[in-house]
């Protein structure tokens, strides 16, 4: 027989009851009922959406407080970025790749995206989620507040990319309705490794620091400032194919730097790897989430 947790004791205002004598609410808690983690973390999830609202409002608040530009700095970074890479990458090196600046900055956009939501994700648990300690919020609100900052980033991040292709003659095709679909998918696969990160570390601290090394080989090891087709050995090209981001950039890319749709093969292994990551990241993240109030 599972063990019942009886409600206390209270007092009941009745007509017939005298308000001093305690009754008992006759509600029991049955601990073997309860949902399984990833369910129930889940559903208080969406119990607590406005606070996400409200988590991602001040976060782009707090980001942009003290700053003279404001969220023009969303958009600014990447420009920046892309004249110096695109300096010394096209120019200097003598890169084949035609009309550079829109193949790095379309590449960079997504790949910026993925880095800040990723890290935010663990940051915001580790070093935010103090609040766990003392009133209950359920844990994953952090981690999907960090998405969508990140993703209101993005969204003005477009606007440069944007820019630049119309300065340098980009045509603005309709494969460019097809981009909420690798959005979508960079985000489902973000927060999946985002909370893989950082259940790892609220229990070892030493993960985000080693995140943010790995951050820069993984950056030169995805399409990002090369395309895959400069890459002449076909060992060193099934490699980099190997890495799951490399799907993700060539949906994103390809209606706006090639104006079309990507190959098919390319959507149905990014979407494979998407859903994989983000379930097993929420599975993950949800199997010690009843400890994060002791570990932050």
Request: charge should be neutral; proline fraction near 6%; charged fraction near 10%.
């Amino acid at each position: 027989m599972p063990e019942l947790a009886h409600a206390p004791s209270v007092a009941v205002l009745d007509s017939d009851t005298n308000l001093s004598q305690p009754t008992t609410s006759g509600i029991d808690y049955d601990s073997e009922r309860r949902r399984h983690p990833f369910f129930e973390e889940f559903f208080a999830l969406l119990r607590y959406r406005n606070l996400v609202s409200q988590l991602v409002s001040r976060n782009i608040k707090t980001r942009y407080k003290r700053s003279v530009l404001g969220v023009a700095w969303t958009m600014i970074g990447p420009l920046m970025m892309m004249t110096v890479l695109t300096v010394v990458f096209s120019s200097l090196m003598g890169s084949s790749v035609p009309n550079y600046a829109v193949f790095l900055l379309s590449g960079f956009t997504l790949w910026g995206f993925f880095q800040q939501t990723s890290a935010g994700i663990m940051n915001e648990l580790t070093w935010g989620g103090s609040l766990l300690s003392k009133i209950y919020v359920p844990p994953s609100a952090f981690a999907v507040s960090a998405l969508g900052s990140g993703l209101v980033n993005l969204l003005f991040s477009l606007v440069p990319l944007v820019l630049i292709m119309v300065v340098t003659g980009m045509p603005i095709t309709w494969s460019l309705l097809f981009l909420p679909v690798p959005i979508i998918l960079t985000c489902m696969f973000s927060l999946g490794i985002g909370l893989v990160l950082a259940r790892l570390a609220i229990f070892f601290g030493d993960v985000v620091e080693m995140y943010g090394i790995l951050l820069m080989v993984w950056f030169y090891a995805s399409p990002i400032i090369y395309s895959v087709n400069q890459v002449n050995d076909e060992n060193k090209k099934l490699l980099l194919q190997l890495n799951p981001v490399y799907y993700l950039i060539e949906m994103f890319r390809e209606p706006i730097y090639q104006g079309q749709l990507p190959d098919p093969f390319i959507i149905l292994v990014g979407t494979v790897i998407s859903v994989v990551a983000l379930l097993f990241g929420w599975w993950f993240f949800t199997q010690k989430v009843d400890e994060f109030a002791y570990r932050v």
